[in-house]
């Protein structure tokens, strides 16, 4: 019940709100969010955003409106995450039963063959006992002795055929998930990548045609940050895939860290701002540091994935610092600290593992998917590095990495 009235609360909220009587959409709006909470529905929470914000629009509160639509597509994001892996269960289900009636089959058609031979061998051995019946005890004891063996090689035959087949169902089994997986990537890819990449080319058009129109042009580079930040979360999704298949290439070239680093400063610091946080580089006793050997791409989504989630989690006015650092003459350190949370030991404990979410709460209400240090850690150690932490609870923390200077 309480579902049916939010919606038509919902409904006539959106209709006052395209009529420009926004104050009175927001008012049967904020009726409906009580209503909303007891049924504790993400796709009606959805809805409930995305009402919110045309209702603000219509009172001309920009601002509030973009923020409700961020919100409306943080709660899209969880309903599409939740079908995407209802539909992967269905799928398993599936193929779970599939394969369970082949296995039933199979071991009918084993056991059919089995009982034939066996039936075959006791009937052998029944004419030979007839015929050799009158031989003496010695030759019934061999002939029992030979049952007995036939039997134990038969029993073992049968074990090691069991065992392959196991292993080759289970091998195809893994196979057909793995390709199935591929599949559906090759699917996200097309159908999430390109309409972001589009969405931020337009949102960039839109900002540098607006020149004379900051709300606009502000509006604009906001949309271009979330497309970024979502087409982040996709790449975050499909390289994980491709690290955990093997399947992910490195280029390797010279790569000057400290530049590497500038630019995810310059990439962030309107994020930063946003935030009311400050983003410092400290280059310390790194400067003229010689160059790594590494993809540049890759490195730089280390320190993005790094630098995104020490902004996440910190409060407004902190301090997030990238220091460069040499502990010796053939390694290079790169440091990434907030003055966030810290992390419990039940963080630490699953600091690294996939879709694992920390326990604190994004301080901007970002979603978080659980997989970008993971994937940090991965990337870092097809570099030949290393990845560590340092971090005390309510004291922030302090990612390390480092890799082998370039000789």
Same mark, same amino acid.
Not at 21 to 31: D, I, K, V
């Given at each position: ?13 959106? &209709? ?10 927001? &008012? @049967?709006?904020?009726?409906? =969010?009580? %209503? ?14 995305? =009402? ?20 409306? +597509? ?26 369970? +009636? ?11 063959? @089995? ?6 061998? /006791? ?15 010695? %030759? ?29 169902? =289970? ?66 999704? %499909? ?9 992910? @290439? ?26 009311? +946080?400050?983003? /410092? ?41 990238? @220091? ?33 979410? %920390? ?14 240090? =993971? ?12 990845? /560590? ?8 923390? &302090?990612?390390?990495? /480092? ?5």
């Amino acid at each position: 019940m309480p579902r049916h009235i939010a919606s038509a609360r919902l409904s006539v909220a959106s &209709t006052l709100a395209r009529l420009g009587r926004g104050e009175e959409a927001l &008012t @049967q709006l904020r009726a409906a =969010a009580p %209503l909303a909470e007891k049924v504790g529905s993400h796709e009606l929470f959805g809805n409930l955003y995305l =009402a919110f914000s045309e209702a603000y629009a219509a009172t001309g509160d920009y601002r509030a409106a973009l923020e409700y639509q961020r919100k409306a +597509q943080g709660e899209d994001d969880i309903v599409s995450g939740e079908n995407t892996a209802k539909t992967i269960a269905e799928l398993r289900e599936r193929f779970d039963a599939e394969k369970r +009636q082949r296995q039933i089959a199979e071991l009918k058609a084993a056991q059919q063959k @089995q009982d034939a031979e066996l039936a075959t061998k /006791e009937a052998e051995l029944r004419r030979t006992r007839i015929e050799r019946i009158g031989l003496a005890g010695l %030759l019934v004891f061999g002939l029992t002795a030979a049952v007995a063996i036939i039997s134990r090689q038969r029993a073992v035959t049968r074990a090691e055929r069991r065992i392959l087949e196991e292993t080759r169902r =289970a091998r195809d089994a893994a196979e057909e998930a793995a390709a199935l997986q591929a599949r559906l990537l090759d699917l996200a890819s097309h159908d999430l990548k390109t309409p972001l990449v589009g969405t931020m080319m337009t949102a960039e058009t839109i900002a540098e045609e607006s020149a004379d129109r900051p709300d606009i042009a502000a509006r604009a580079h906001a949309l271009r940050e979330e497309s970024r930040r979502m087409l982040g979360l996709v790449q975050d999704l %499909l390289d994980g895939s491709a690290t955990e298949s093997h399947r992910l @290439q490195l280029a390797r070239e010279p790569v000057d860290l400290a530049t590497l680093a500038a630019d995810t400063v310059a990439v962030f610091a309107d994020r930063a701002a946003r935030k009311n +946080q400050r983003l /410092e580089l400290i280059s310390g006793d790194a400067s003229g540091a010689p160059h790594i050997e590494g993809d540049p791409a890759r490195l730089r989504q280390v320190l993005e994935n790094l630098v995104s989630n020490a902004l996440k989690f910190s409060p407004p006015g902190t301090t997030t610092r990238l @220091q460069l650092s040499r502990p010796d003459a053939a390694t290079v350190r790169l440091a990434v600290r907030d003055e966030g949370p810290g992390l419990t030991p039940e963080d630490r404990a699953g600091l690294f593992q996939r879709f694992r979410r %920390l326990s604190a709460v994004p301080t901007g209400g970002e979603p978080s998917t659980g997989l970008g240090l =993971a994937l940090a850690r991965d990337l870092v150690i097809a570099h030949g590095g290393r990845l /560590e932490v340092d971090s005390t609870p309510g004291q922030g923390a &302090t990612f390390s990495i /480092e890799f082998p200077a370039r000789s």
